[in-house]
């Protein structure tokens, strides 16, 4: 059993930066492909950014492309999301998720566990 724990999250004004981390304990963190996901009020969860476990390739939501970067730590057992110039759009709970597949997937049904969420909230 996975658990995930996110944190980073908050308010920041529009153009800022954040970073959000997500620590796993349990399983085996650097065979799994690791996923973030956001969810804003009244929407369905959606994909933002993914990374596979042995060559650590990315895939990014086209909506975040160019400002956010996802990157992991095997050794600290974390994934992290860099969030630059962010949008007011950008407001949502954001999600990390594992999957015990090692590849990286946008499709949030492959992935075996979640955490339970950071808020982020973009002033304009």
């Known amino acids: 059993q996975v658990q995930l724990v996110e944190s980073g999250g908050g308010l920041v004004q529009a153009g800022g930066s954040l970073r959000l981390s997500c620590a796993a304990s349990?399983?085996?963190?650097?065979?799994?492909?690791m996923g973030w996901f956001r969810q804003a009020p009244g929407q369905e969860r959606e994909f933002v950014a993914a990374?596979?476990?042995?060559?650590?390739?990315?895939i990014q939501a086209d909506s975040v492309k160019g400002r956010f970067t996802i990157s992991r730590d095997n050794a600290k057992k974390t994934v992290y999301l860099q969030m630059n110039s962010l949008k007011p759009e950008d407001t949502a709970v954001y999600y990390c998720?594992?999957?015990?597949?090692?590849?990286?997937?946008?499709?949030?049904?492959?992935?075996?566990?979640w955490g339970q969420g950071t808020q982020v909230t973009v002033s304009s």
């Open positions: 998720a594992a999957r015990a597949v090692g590849i990286a997937t946008m499709r949030e049904y492959e992935y075996n566990y």
């Open positions: 349990g399983g085996t963190f650097s065979m799994y492909a």
């Open positions: 990374i596979s476990w042995s060559d650590r390739k990315t």
